[in-house]
């Protein structure tokens, strides 16, 4: 609301300007000072306005937040199939929340190796955000899909698979 009162003295001025050339000798240089003053007014505010600076941070209370460690979820019956094209993989396991503490998600972590005559060459690394919302105690079938990068000139005769849960957020 407060711009109105500006508007009306910039419309006025604008008017009288136009309508007495005396009045527009005298008005422009005052608008030209006028305009200046206010553009370095702006520039001063908000060089000095601290509203968009990042907070220092809080420190966290000396409490620990309980949480939830990757031994305390259980991957157990992972099957792994081929699907199309030849670098897609699908992955079918259950999960078992083995904590005190409720299970929102984790990342899964899987690694391919091709290990013919039990010598391992690392093939590829994917990994999966695992929604699973579990309560202490609880299981529940995970799906999802890999990406692989397998070569169809040279493809792996004796794949052995390694799993790893990262990332773990409990519920709230």
Known sequence: MFWIIPALAGL???YLAARFSRFQRFAEPALTVAVAAGL???FVVWFTDDSGKAKAPVPESTTSKAEIIPEQIALTDPVVAQGT???THH???VIRNNSALGLDSFTLVVTMRDCPNDVCTAIGEDDALILARLGP???QTI???LTFPVSQLSPPTAVRWAYRIEKIRTAR
């Open 12 to 14: 006025l001025v604008v």
């Open 40 to 42: 370095i007014a702006a």
């Open 85 to 87: 094209p030849a670098t």
């Open 91 to 93: 992955l079918t396991a």
């Open 137 to 139: 105690g609880q299981s």
């Open 143 to 145: 799906r999802t899909t």
